[in-house]
């Protein structure tokens, strides 16, 4: 049995980063791993573990659902918390594909790495004109009036 559980985006992930999934296990623990791979692996397992939940509440349903069931077991109420808690899950499920899907679709490409950006320091320089002499300290002061 495979370290990870596999997940609908399995595939784009490959298409992306071109390695299946444990490898880029491996590659994200390295030293030179992109934050991108890191965030997609992240979103992945979360994805893989809404989609166990899925799965599970269906079986479960299922299972109650089953035509060889004794039919006095059956339990309304089971079945409607059932129902909510697969409606928790979906919604789960959405979100995450939403947010691996636009990270997909929105990071540079992996051949890109991110490089740093120089930038040079900008001096400013200005030389007052020899006419601009400091002001008196009590220039334009009014003078008080002697009576």
């Known amino acids: ?4 559980k596999a997940s609908t985006m399995d595939a784009d992930l490959h298409k992306v980063f071109g390695n299946p999934v444990p490898e880029l296990h491996e ?4 030293p030179d791993a992109s934050p991108a791979l890191a965030r997609a692996l992240e979103l992945r397992s979360f994805l893989a573990l809404t989609e166990e939940q ?14 060889d069931r004794d039919m006095g077991k059956l339990s309304a109420d089971k079945l409607r918390f ?3 808690w697969l409606e ?58 002697r009576t």
């Open 1 to 4: 049995m495979s370290r990870f």
């Open 88 to 145: 928790a899950a979906l919604d789960a499920r959405d979100g995450y594909r939403a947010a691996l899907g636009e990270l997909l679709r929105t990071m540079p490409p992996p051949d890109q790495r991110a490089r740093p950006v120089r930038t040079t320091q900008l001096r400013a320089t200005a030389t007052l004109p020899p006419s601009a002499a400091p002001a008196p300290t009590r220039a334009g002061a009014a003078r008080a009036r």
């Open 82 to 84: 059932d129902a909510q």
């Open 27 to 30: 590659a994200a623990a390295g």
């Open 54 to 67: 899925v799965a599970r509440v269906r079986d479960r349903v299922h299972a109650d659902m089953d035509p």
